[in-house]
């Protein structure tokens, strides 16, 4: 055989692989962006064309009406006035807990890494046992304590005719969340903060900087990386969260998202509105999203930075 | 009465023990330097006065103060940190004020003493820059003047040097030199090079194992070691050290050493002959210097004592200003400093001039010098 027919063999080799991966990739991008692509295209559709048509065919006659519709009338339970009193409730959630626990998650991993204790590697070890507790475990002592927390919020409210927030549903889950993400929190700047040079916060401490200016003016302006991805990772966890918010705000008023979508499309009654639902799933979803496009080159970032030492 | 005085200083992590009492007395405007193989504790004990790590005995005073007890911020003291610690968020400008606006010092007050530090260090063009805008030599610079900005009571310098490049370290050495001179301010100086020690300080403390070997002038360590570790740490290329035998002949004690193609030499020892009867027909170390050992046109003419041999040279190393020559006494490898043009060629004999003046002993057992 001479070497221009091995090396033709060898290209033809190359390409069979890339077709083959090539083809995979596609594949897979296909199967896993077509929940997506239907919820899209169903959103713009009209009932009409929902019932007659194919689901997989693009609208006919765009129309946003879906949209509307699930932002401001749908019904969730028994009131209808859409679910953008619930997109609220879980944004005045989210942003609270992941600020909270962002930020006592740097706390945690400034100290464990630059003003290591006896026993620092034990109270590590703790934190990160927090990480695989299963959700479900959590459910009734927590409930036990919300419910104390409750009578303690109504104790003020006789006493000093306030509750300070005490029994309030979304500080409960603004509670529960900073304590069931503490330990991720943690482990994330723990991670980053190890490979941290010492010698930056030796030469505050020379120049004067107290525990938390040190915190403030030095550790926390060179932390954006790993605050992106703790707040991407907690923003997306908290916002999509259904167990505890359907256990500790199943009902009534501080209703979170997650929640409300869920009670939208259960509604027995009536025509299912699959456009309405659609829409309201995208509006849902839509907060996550946004957080991952504007912050996502971040993310991959921070994640290799924690990764490579630490 | 002493400006730097640290007196019985022990240090310990549970059963480890990294500083093993020490003492170290530094008059005011000397330049201390902490030399020591790595892990001889040097920077530990340079720790110790910054206030960054704890004592578990023993006292520090500056200027008749006992700073032992007090938090880093509180000594009156500026440190230049190896990697510089330069914080990224701030500008240079941010980097040198850092420590005055902790310290509340108005703004324009602080605006002063930038320029003014600027100005000495000549970085006035960088203010505004961050750290990762600027070159090795340019962020040394930046941390020594967020050391000097404070006109502390002393310096503390950790291996300052050692990040730059061959060149920018020989003229950042003479900077630093420059600057001890023109502001007369107390500095204790942390290295692994000797080169450095001998260049820069008033005073040398050689650590090895948490203890200080030697303390004193750069003269007196180079020329006066107290043991065979000091005399084989300071210098380059280092002080050979052969074993070499006292012996007594009619005109006094001589050393012999043995010799690779003829017989040993017989070395007469001029000075110090009382301490070294007790070793008659015993071993000794003999160590001389390079430069002490040269070519006899070369040799030093005002030595009282010099002794003529002829060597076997093995290797001929020309190094531009002076010219190696390795030979072998005593069962060792020597090195002699001959002039750049001496004539002499690897495989020959060659005549060599020692220069006892300069020539030490040690006992070999306990490694301590004996004259």
Redesign the interface.
Known sequence: MSAATLSASGNQNRWIGRVAIYGLLILFAILYLMPLFVMLVTSFKTMDEIQNGNMLSLPQAPTLDPWFKAWGETCVGLTCAGIKGYFWNSLKMVVPAVAISTILGALNGYVLTKWRFPGHTLVFGLMLFACFIPFQSVLLPMATILGSLGRFGMALQDQIGMTLGFGNPTVNLVIVHVIYGLGFTTLFFRNYYEAFPNELVRAAQVDGASFFQIFRRIMLPNSLPIIVVTVIYQFTNIWNDFLFASAYAGSGESMPMTVALNNVVNTSTGVVEYNVNMAAAMIAAMPTLLVYIVAGRYFVRGLMAGAVKG | MAFLHISGLRKRYGALEILKGIDIELEKGGFLVLVGPSGCGKSTLLNTI???ETITEGDIKVDERSIAGL???KRD???V???Y?L???MTVAGNIA??ME??GVPADERKQAIDKVAKVLQIGHLLDRKPSQLSGGQRQRVAMG?ALVRDPKLFLFDEPLSNLDAKLRVDMRTEIKRLHQTTGKTIVYVTHDQIEAMTLATKIAVMKEGIVQQFGTPAEIYNNPANMFVADFMGSPAMNLLSGRITRADDGLAVALERAGGEAIRLPVAAAQAALAQYENRDVVFGIRPEALTDPEGADRNASALAENDCLIEVVEPAGSDTFAVTKLGGREVVARLRADARIRAGEMARLAFNLDKAVFFDPQTQARIA
Do not use: D, E, T
């Open positions: 910054a206030g960054l938090h880093p911020s003291i500026a440190m940190f190896q990697s610690a914080y990224p968020n850092f420590g902790m310290r967020r």
